[in-house]
T-cell receptor, first 109, second 115 residues
């Protein structure tokens, strides 16, 4: 079966750096997405990786290793507004998004 | 504001009721999706429409019935639901459902409670 694994919850301190990991086993691979979802709100797109390596976008970076079935989202200079759930999703061979259950990130002052 | 709207935002219905959820996207996208989101579970894809044609139905019970009259509007008709159907129902759209980095844009969701 297809599976996306990510930690259920993480805690970090304001101003610090946090890395959220995602491992996947899917039927085919057509890209990996990261989304942010604040409580009670819609998920919003953060990043897309289809080739190995690091994609940087401001304070957020996303890394992909296709051979290892592994990705991470790196958040720098954490702010209180970064408290949210972070969802990892992989587009499989049928171009369907397979979703992880999300990582709830708690930022403490 | 993502360009995808959903109504109602909250809905409480009995198991014998019939109701409909509405989704509208103002982005000119060709693909639209219905998802179910339950606490601490992955998003569950329910239905996909591409250019108004249903392309996927992920073994969803027949008490959920989708309708896509045009590429901007999507409905989810509900009847004789069960308490376990209580969840957040999210609508999303994307430029296309195929290749490429076409991210999905989500609406705010309808919080459904079945009593």
């Amino acid at each position: 079966g297809q599976n996306i694994d990510q930690p259920t919850e993480m805690t970090a301190t304001e101003g610090a750096i946090v890395q959220i990991n995602c491992t996947y086993q899917t039927s085919g691979f057509n890209g990996l997405f990261w989304y942010q979802q604040h409580a009670g709100e819609a998920p919003t797109f953060l990043s897309y990786n289809v080739l190995d390596g690091l994609e940087e976008k401001g304070r957020f970076s996303s890394f992909l290793s296709r051979s290892k079935g592994y990705s991470y989202l790196l958040l720098k200079e954490l702010q209180m507004k970064d408290s949210a759930s972070y969802l990892c999703a992989v587009k499989d061979s049928n171009y369907q998004l397979i979703w992880g259950a999300g990582t709830k990130l708690i930022i403490k002052p | 504001e993502t360009g995808v709207t959903q109504t109602p935002r909250h809905l409480v219905m009995g198991m014998t009721n019939k109701k409909s959820l509405k989704c509208e996207q103002h982005l000119g996208h060709n693909a639209m999706y219905w998802y179910k989101q339950s606490a601490k579970k992955p998003l569950e894809l329910m239905f996909v429409y591409n250019f108004k044609e249903q392309t996927e139905n992920n073994s969803v019970p027949s008490r959920f019935s989708p309708e896509c009259p045009n590429s901007s509007h999507l409905f989810l008709h509900l009847h004789t639901l069960q308490p376990e159907d209580s969840a957040l129902y999210l609508c999303a759209s994307s430029q296309d459902r195929g290749t490429g980095s076409y991210e999905q844009y989500f609406g705010p969701g309808t919080r459904l409670t079945v009593t």
